[in-house]
Every structure is written in structure tokens, then in C-alpha cells.
């Protein structure tokens, strides 16, 4: 069997330069011509790993969640001014729900939220406890 490994896995490596029997051998080949006798890795299928893809989706899930806990706060208080029931809106009252939810991720929220999803994508991935990132 030219192609058996022997159990003891020497390693025989001969550069091109090196003589085996008077021989010119190129390297990893033995002088019976057969392989060196260290193994080499079978070339199996492909692992789809989409840990950038993963990645992007994780960050969008933070940016969301961070942007509504952030928000949260000023739209609860906005929909207490309004009036309790399924009546419809009057238009100052459409007016003012408007501004509330505009005022409700103003002043840099969306950075804050931003800034929150990387850093807890990123220690997320670091310290692999997130799902897919893990390998």
C-alpha cells in the first residue's frame, strides 16, 4: 500500500536541492516515490460559517433594542397625554403625538443606542456568548 501511513508518523521531508539514491527528489516525496509520511488534511466540503452576517444581524437587534429602551420613556408619557379609548386622533393631537415620538430620539439617542450595539455586539462576540460568533 504506497499510500498507508505508518502509525509512528515520522516526518521525511526532502527539499529539491537533496539527493535520495543519486535521485534529484522533490519535496514531500519519498524515494520509493510514494508521499512523505505525514498526513495531510483532506480537502472536505466547505463550513458555512456566517459569522459576519451574524454579526450585522446582532448589531441591528441591539440598535433597535437600545433605541427603544432609550425612547421608552418619553413615548410612555406622550401616549398619557393623550386621551384613553379607540376614538380617533384629532389633528393637534396626531400634532402632538408627532413631535413626541421625533422629541423621543432627539438630542444624540440614536448615537447613544448606536455606540451601546457596537460595544455590546463587540463584547458579545469577544467573550463568545452570543450564538453562531461563538466559533
Given at each position: 500500500m504506497p499510500f498507508a501511513f505508518s502509525q509512528r508518523r515520522r516526518r521525511i521531508t526532502l527539499t529539491g536541492g537533496e539527493k535520495a539514491k543519486g535521485n534529484s527528489v522533490p519535496a514531500g516525496v519519498l524515494a520509493s516515490g510514494a508521499m512523505s509520511e505525514t498526513p495531510t488534511r483532506r480537502a472536505g466540503r466547505a463550513v458555512f460559517r456566517p459569522r459576519f452576517t451574524l454579526s450585522l444581524l446582532y448589531?441591528?437587534?441591539f440598535f433597535f433594542l437600545f433605541g427603544l429602551?432609550?425612547?421608552?420613556p418619553d413615548l410612555l408619557e406622550g401616549a398619557r397625554e393623550l386621551g384613553p379609548g379607540p376614538d380617533e386622533l384629532t389633528p393637534e393631537e396626531l400634532d402632538r403625538a408627532?413631535?413626541?415620538?421625533r422629541g423621543a430620539l432627539a438630542g444624540g439617542r440614536l448615537l447613544v443606542a448606536l455606540g451601546l450595539a457596537v460595544i455590546v455586539t463587540g463584547l458579545g462576540s469577544y467573550a463568545k456568548l452570543l450564538p453562531g460568533l461563538r466559533n
Open positions: 448589531l441591528v437587534f429602551l432609550l425612547a421608552l408627532r413631535e413626541t415620538a
